[in-house]
């Protein structure tokens, strides 16, 4: 076994060899932690202190991050206001903020935004309690995985506007159709996550759950899910930005309202500074909304991880 030596302790060997070398160069500095051809000021690495002082806050790290987002805008203002552009393929920046004010103030923006909203967290919930209770369910039975796995996969590959036609010939063009599309969409990170997941549990965990007289879903709850937190956050976060994917395609089914009729409303009428304000809304909503599933992930793995 190789004993610890603790930064900054020196062997005795060291310490002669420290001192044979102040006797042949007295101006040198005897060897040591923090000693090297590094500047003497303090800065070692690339990442100093400054770097992590930057990015040790939430608030630091929100800053740093908007920083690209306003370089695009900066440089998207600067090409349209040089003429590179038509206002029908790139409308200026200030052309989409009235745009937005506009359909603000009659109240239609609101009510694009909480519908869509609305389809996708259910979406999201109902695909991703039945991801978690299938992808447990085959990775836990191996008469279960060997059954459906292949049939799951199959129906993995299929396209998401495959489903269009389908589900209007089955549920109508209801809400029904839309919320179980963006369901389908979310189903799979899910399932794949924790089905992979749970074959890898450590068998030692299981098996000293069984001593303990946990069996069935007893030791799924207190010995497996907790040890697959991280990847089932994974997949949760990976099931509700596929949700928004697939909200697009769930309003193409006879939509009058949410942000994917917006998008292709404003396509059919030429309206590019309504598209590219929908396409922001979309990108901003999903962001907010994956920060706070990201803020339960931080909270569930520090305590069932």
Do not use: C
């Not at 009510?111 to 990775?139: D, K």
């Not at 549920?171 to 839309?178: L, P, R």
């Not at 074959?199 to 040890?227: M, N, S, W």
């Not at 099931?239 to 006879?254: D, G, K, R």
């Amino acid at each position: 076994m190789i004993s610890h030596v603790s930064p900054g302790h020196l062997t005795p060997a060291s310490h002669q060899a420290d001192e044979a070398a102040g006797r042949r160069n007295p101006g040198a500095t005897p060897a040591g932690p923090g000693s090297g051809p590094g500047p003497r000021n303090g800065g070692g690495s690339a990442t100093g202190p400054g770097t992590r002082g930057a990015l040790g806050t939430p608030a630091g790290r929100a800053v740093v991050g908007l920083l690209i987002p306003v370089v695009l805008v900066i440089a998207w203002w600067a090409a349209t206001a040089a003429g590179l552009f038509s206002p029908v393929q790139l409308p200026s920046p200030a052309s989409v903020v009235s745009a937005g004010i506009d359909l603000a103030a009659d109240g239609s923006l609101w009510h694009h935004i909480a519908i869509s909203v609305q389809r996708v967290l259910l979406g999201f919930v109902m695909g991703g309690v039945l991801g978690l209770l299938i992808g447990s369910i085959l990775g836990l039975s191996t008469w279960a995985d060997a059954l459906l796995a292949p049939l799951i996969g199959a129906i993995r590959a299929v396209p998401s506007l495959a489903w269009v036609p389908l589900l209007i010939l089955w549920m109508g063009i209801g809400e029904d159709s839309k919320v179980t599309l963006i369901v389908i969409g979310a189903f799979f990170p899910i399932f794949t996550n924790v089905y992979a997941a749970l074959k890898h549990v450590d068998p030692h965990l299981v098996e000293a759950g069984r001593a303990f007289g946990y069996h069935g879903l007893r030791l799924l709850r207190t010995i497996q899910l907790p040890a697959v937190v991280p990847s089932v956050f994974s997949g949760l976060r990976l099931a509700l930005a596929q949700a928004w994917l697939f909200l697009v395609a769930a309003e193409l089914i006879a939509s009058s309202m949410g942000l994917g009729f917006l998008l292709t409303d404003s396509q059919n009428n030429g309206r590019t500074d309504r598209l590219i304000l929908t396409i922001i809304l979309l990108a901003v909503i999903g962001k907010i909304t994956d920060a706070i599933l990201g803020l339960v992930e931080q909270r569930a793995i520090r305590r069932w991880s």
